[in-house]
């Protein structure tokens, strides 16, 4: 397969690499001085939103696709200011998902959050944020198990960040959930740079020619660049906003040892198949939407009789 970019797109591609390789260097030297505050991949969950008449049905669903089983569903607020919502967390061993069914309007900036990362102290989290050059949406608060904060990166990535009064304990994943940021050329190098030097991360693969095919637009390219940290797996989708539906919607990848099987479930149990198996890069991929609107990414490692 041949990849196609347009003058101006390479140029941007060309601008975004040297800037990503300056940001890096600066990067490198932001992290050493800022404390490592991640506690492990399983302690961080998708933000899932869903109307109250639906929870049931996605959590259901979720469960039926990935295995795992759902904490007790409890009615809270979880916000700063006055707001009623259920909520439970599903834990698979692909994924964890932090529930809400909210029964009053949900306060802003509450519902755009893709995640949540569990720290070891929120306000030592907070500072090293903000030094690595994330905002700070929503300012500390409690909540009825601990204190939480909204953050948001360059190129508007907002991420929660939470502690816990009784520290929990859960069972490492299967495999490791995928982050999935979209952001623009002119802000992938100080999304990356400020993300890693909190996170502690490091760039693992960086593909200025990834397949347009995973963003719905086969034979054009992309840049992706895959991070990983103590807080699990990102990944920098980097392009020129030209996406399809529903490719954007989704925040985060599944890894399955079986896509074909797993897709076989989700249906089963409700779930809807947006964009049909593909492969690419290894994977083979698919795109599905759940009960009450989520949107997920799940892929598998392509076997040998799967690549055309």
């Not at 030094?131 to 500390?140: C, E, I, N, R, S």
């Not at 960086?206 to 054009?220: L, Y």
């Not at 990944?235 to 996406?243: E, K, P, R």
């Not at 896509?259 to 994977?283: E, M, S, W, Y």
Request: net charge negative; aromatic share 10%; no cysteine.
């Amino acid at each position: 397969m041949s990849f196609s970019l347009h003058p101006p797109a390479r140029h941007a591609l060309i601008v975004a690499a040297l800037s990503l390789a300056a940001a890096l260097a600066v990067a490198r030297d932001v992290a050493p001085t800022l404390p490592s505050v991640a506690v492990a991949p399983q302690y961080d969950t998708t933000h899932v939103y869903v109307a109250a008449e639906d929870v049931d049905a996605f959590a259901s669903s979720f469960v039926a696709t990935f295995g795992g089983s759902s904490t007790r569903q409890v009615i809270a607020t979880v916000t700063p200011t006055f707001s009623s919502t259920s909520s439970q967390l599903i834990q698979t061993p692909v994924g964890t998902v932090s529930l809400f069914g909210f029964r009053t309007p949900v306060p802003y900036p509450f519902g755009a959050e893709r995640n949540g990362y569990l720290v070891t102290d929120l306000d030592v989290a907070i500072d090293a944020a903000r030094k690595a050059g994330a905002d700070v949406l929503v300012q500390p608060f409690p909540d009825p198990i601990g204190r939480d904060a909204i953050i948001q990166w360059p190129g508007g990535a907002n991420m929660q960040l939470y502690w816990h009064a009784t520290k929990p304990s859960y069972a490492p994943f299967q495999t490791i959930p995928e982050n999935r940021v979209y952001v623009s050329p002119e802000r992938a190098a100080a999304f990356v740079s400020d993300f890693i030097a909190f996170a502690h991360g490091r760039v693992v693969a960086d593909t200025p020619a990834a397949p347009g095919v995973e963003i719905g637009r086969a034979g054009d390219a992309y840049r992706r660049i895959r991070i990983e940290s103590d807080f699990g797996r990102t990944v920098a989708i980097v392009s020129d906003g030209h996406l399809p539906w529903p490719y954007g919607r989704e925040t985060t990848g599944y890894e399955v040892a079986d896509l074909v099987q797993t897709l076989g479930k989700a249906q089963a149990a409700g779930v809807k198949i947006l964009v049909p198996p593909f492969n690419a890069d290894g994977r083979m991929s698919a795109i599905v939407q759940f009960p009450g609107g989520y949107i997920a990414e799940i892929h598998s490692a392509a076997r040998v009789s799967d690549v055309k």
